[in-house]
């Protein structure tokens, strides 16, 4: 039997690795996001996805949590400092074995679906089609885990905190349950406990 911080722990990888494809395969694509200005004003303005998520993961101090989207996450931020839209071939040919085989085995796809099915009445949508609210649900899916984690972790501590530590701790991780129940409503969730 697995003890039980294994069973409490959530696998990152499978938000990372997507919102890794998705900046390789559609980083380029133009979105339209609301922002803020210095006066607090909102504005729409249209920037690319690539810059999307990255600006979101940022902002909110997110890191992956496997060392291999890491590394590709690294190299995908060095490329936006250059100012310069990662792509799916020059990662594929990156010099670094990691960053290389990963989009071999994780971004580049053999299968495409047949224009043929249009034929017979099947239509299916190109993933580029709602391309910013699947990035959005990936987003908020890593960050309501993410959130997961450090409540359990603050829980953890709440087991062995001196008395003066208890209530600082609680109302982080009151504060920690309303970030997800947030996070859980903009994913459509309702969690009833």
């Known amino acids: 039997m697995p003890p039980a911080e294994e069973k409490e722990s959530f696998s990152l990888d499978a938000e990372e690795r997507e919102l ?7 980083g380029n694509v133009m979105i339209r996001v609301e922002a803020e200005d210095e006066k607090s004003e909102n504005h729409d303005i249209e920037i690319t996805l690539a810059e999307f998520i990255i600006f979101e ?22 490329d936006f400092r250059r100012e310069q839209l990662p792509t799916v071939q020059k990662f594929s040919q990156s010099e670094h074995p990691l960053i290389s085989s990963f989009v071999i085995n994780h971004v580049i796809s053999n299968h495409e679906l047949s224009s043929r099915w249009v034929n017979f009445g ?6 580029v089609t709602n391309i910013k609210g699947g990035a959005l649900h990936l987003l908020y899916s890593l960050k309501e ?4 984690a450090f409540i359990h972790e603050k829980q953890e501590m709440l087991k062995i ?15 920690l349950n309303e970030l997800k129940s947030r996070v859980n409503k903009l994913l459509g969730r309702i969690v009833v406990k």
């Not at 890794?20 to 559609?26: A, D, G, K, P, S």
């Not at 885990?145 to 997961?148: E, G, N, V």
């Not at 208890?166 to 009151?174: A, S």
Request: glycine share 2%; charged share 30%; net charge negative.
């Open 20 to 26: 890794l494809r998705i900046i390789l395969v559609h």
């Open 57 to 78: 993961l940022w902002r909110d101090g997110i890191s992956f949590e496997n060392p291999i989207h890491q590394t590709v996450f690294d190299e995908i931020e060095q």
């Open 122 to 127: 099947v239509y299916v949508n190109s993933e």
């Open 145 to 148: 885990k993410k959130l997961h």
């Open 161 to 175: 905190a001196e008395d003066a530590q208890v209530e600082e701790i609680l109302n982080e991780i009151k504060h």
